[in-house]
T-cell receptor, first 109, second 113 residues
Framework: TQLLEQSPQFLSIQEGENLTVYCNSSSVFSSLQWYRQEPGEGPVLLVTVVTGGEVKKLKRLTFQFGDARKDSSLHITAAQPGDTGLYLCAASSGTALIFGKGTTLSVSS | EAQVTQNPRYLITVTGKKLTVTCSQN?????MSWYRQDPGLGLRQIYY???????DKGDVPEGYKVSRKEKRNFPLILESPSPNQTSLYFC????????????FGQGTRLTVV
């Protein structure tokens, strides 16, 4: 099974700080997705990146797909308490959608 | 409203008592799957289905069964639950398995005592 490794596992920051979380693999993927999961809910898709080197922005969130399509990063600018949650990267592996273990982000005011 | 509905949300049961967790989607999606989420282990796929009457094992299928008799429904069956199946379960559906958004249900918290 191909693995997606996410780092850091936990991140606790103050409101207004910037942060970056990473998703790495030794495998090449045709696309990679980022989901956010809030307590008591299922994951919700944030973005899909498809092209190597692609950068997508979603308000204060910036997603980048590595040139070799093996890794991705999520950068949050000026984090807010509403950004608190579990961030998961996911990719298609054969006929399955596999997930990294996630980064738990806590933003305090 | 497009949604994936799981029932029940919470379930406490005893070892060996058969149970079914239902999952229904209203988006006419072909691909459906079941995941379990455990601390430190993340989301792991149990079973998936690419269409009606087509199901296959994911990474952790032992102790589980599924069926896909209709496009909208994909129940998860535990014939003889054991305590190591205590977990948070999610059903998901999508148009396909590549480059498409997966829609998740709200989860079923299962405790087997």
């Amino acid at each position: 099974t191909q693995l997606l490794e996410q780092s850091p596992q936990f991140l606790s920051i103050q409101e207004g700080e910037n942060l970056t979380v990473y998703c790495n693999s030794s495998s090449v993927f045709s696309s990679l997705q980022w989901y956010r999961q809030e307590p008591g809910e299922g994951p919700v898709l944030l973005v899909t990146v498809v092209t190597g080197g692609e950068v997508k922005k979603l308000k204060r969130l910036t997603f980048q797909f590595g040139d070799a399509r093996k890794d991705s990063s999520l950068h949050i600018t000026a984090a807010q308490p509403g950004d608190t949650g579990l961030y998961l990267c996911a990719a298609s592996s054969g006929t399955a959608l596999i997930f990294g273990k996630g980064t738990t982000l806590s933003v305090s005011s | 409203e497009a949604q994936v509905t799981q029932n029940p949300r919470y379930l406490i049961t005893v070892t060996g008592k058969k149970l079914t967790v239902t999952c229904s989607q209203n988006m006419n999606h072909e691909y459906m799957s079941w995941y379990r989420q455990d601390p430190g282990l993340g989301l792991r796929q149990i079973y998936y289905s690419m269409n009606v009457e087509v199901t296959d094992k994911g990474d952790v299928p032992e102790g589980y069964k599924v069926s896909r008799k209709e496009k909208r429904n994909f129940p998860l069956i535990l014939e003889s639950p054991s305590p190591n199946q205590t977990s948070l379960y999610f059903c998901a559906s999508s148009l396909g398995f590549r480059n498409t958004e997966a829609f998740f249900g709200q989860g079923t918290r299962l405790t087997v005592v």
